[in-house]
């Protein structure tokens, strides 16, 4: 019996879940956001409590040393020596992690050298290892990296058709990201239909604000939709997915305020999406709320945002050669029953067919008609739990 928590740190916040291993129990959960500020917050949710406090925090240090405290002071724990391990999530592993790994200094290194293809993600997530190395120095600590179950990729599928020194040289290629989900919803959709994985063809639809999707063959990753960064693939909540590479310097050379490529990049990562199209708003709720009150933009954004979901998926079952079933997961890929029908239905040929008594919110499961060819399956995704598993895994080597 042994408690171990994972990590989720970003550049200004850290998610964190409490587990009791290898029961895995959720114990308690919470987030630190705004750290680096003087009115950050910290939220630490268990037995049914939520409580919050606004304070200074002035580093990721700070806020693990905060979190630990708060489970001391709300009675999670007695003793910091309960906790016995810690996965780290980070985002990009490049071609160098293909597992989860414990973390030395030499992977600390390493991962701090991948900040150059997740330049805002990698340091805040060895912010977050090092944080825990220096409060709880001898316990378990592990890294889980978003692009592991990716590197199965063919080369085929991860090279860009550019000049072969831009790989060779500048390791300008696919990574993908979101591969932890990918990888948990691929192996519950395996239990869900009672097959082995290694028999299987899956679709998997990770569709929240970040939207990514993969085709998977026999539990492998063949292809995946967020490319050299997570800034590829269908349309997202602020990010315009995949579009015209020359729009780029066309829009350097003729908007005011967007003096160069950066500066383009940082509106397709942020300002774009259905937030750009709809001018309202990133959340999905409350698009679907503007568009039930008859607002065109709402209304051509969620079009564009299922067209985009729809011709991946089209893509995927080009890639696998026909699938057994697609798989919705993420906020929006869990709740939104009005999105998958209208993706099901437009893609009836392939075989897919929705059951409407099981697409509803709430449930999961399969939610496809009994005799559908290709299988449509709601899995809540689960990433702490993933990194839970990887710190127990590794600590019992
Ligand atoms: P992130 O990528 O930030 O982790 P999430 O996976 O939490 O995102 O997904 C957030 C999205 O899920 C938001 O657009 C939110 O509106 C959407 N969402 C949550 N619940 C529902 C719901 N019941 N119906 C439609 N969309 C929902």
């Known amino acids: 019996m042994s408690k171990t928590i994972a990590i989720n740190a970003g550049s200004s916040s850290l998610k964190w879940q409490l587990y009791q291993m290898p029961e895995e129990t959720v114990l308690a959960k919470g987030i630190v956001e705004r750290i680096g500020l003087d009115d950050a917050i910290s939220t630490v949710k268990f037995n049914g409590r939520a409580e919050s406090q606004t304070l200074s925090i002035k580093d990721h240090t700070v806020a693990v040393k905060l979190l630990l405290d708060d489970l001391k002071r709300f009675e999670i724990i007695t003793d910091f020596s309960e906790i016995t391990g810690v996965g780290h999530r980070v985002v990009a592993g490049g071609e160098v992690f293909k597992n989860s790994v414990l973390v030395d ?15 805002l993600h990698n340091p805040a997530n060895a912010a977050g290892i090092r944080a825990f190395k220096e409060i709880l120095p001898d316990i378990v600590s592990v890294a889980v990296f978003d692009t592991a179950f990716h590197t199965s990729l063919p080369e085929v599928a991860y090279r860009y058709p550019l000049a072969d020194k831009y790989y060779t040289d500048y390791q300008v290629r696919k990574y993908g990201a979101h591969g932890t989900s990918h990888y948990y919803v691929s192996q519950e959709a395996a239990r ?18 970040g939207v990514s999707l993969s085709a998977i063959a026999g539990g ?19 990010r315009s997915g995949d579009i015209d590479p020359a729009i780029i310097p066309y829009l350097v050379e ?15 990562n942020k300002e774009s999406g259905i937030l750009g199209v709809s001018g309202l708003t990133n959340d999905m709720r409350d698009l679907e709320a503007a568009m039930k009150d008859g607002n065109p933009k709402a209304q051509l954004a969620f079009d564009m945002f299922a067209d985009r979901l729809k011709k991946y998926i089209g893509q995927y079952f080009a890639v696998l050669n026909g699938a057994d079933a697609l798989i919705f997961t993420a906020g929006i890929g869990e709740n939104d029953a009005l999105l998958r029908e209208k993706i099901v239905k437009e893609l009836s040929w392939f075989g897919l067919d929705i059951d409407p008594a099981k697409n509803v919110f709430g449930n999961s499961g399969i939610i496809s008609t009994a005799d559908a060819k290709v299988k449509v399956i709601v899995v809540p995704t689960d990433e702490e739990l993933v990194i839970a598993r990887d710190v127990e895994a590794l600590k019992a080597q």
Not at 112 to 117: C, G, H, I, Q, Y
Not at 196 to 201: G, Y
Not at 226 to 234: D, K
């Open 254 to 268: 003729h908007v005011p305020g967007l003096e160069d490529a950066a500066a383009v990049v940082n509106a397709l």
């Open 192 to 209: 869900i239909l009672n097959k082995p994985i290694e028999e299987l063809k899956l679709i998997t639809a990770h569709i929240g604000n």
């Open 105 to 119: 200094e030499a992977v600390l290194a390493k991962i701090e050298e991948l900040s150059s293809l997740a330049p």
């Open 220 to 238: 492998k990753s063949v292809d995946t939709s967020m490319g050299f960064t997570p800034l590829a693939g269908p349309m997202m909540g602020t």
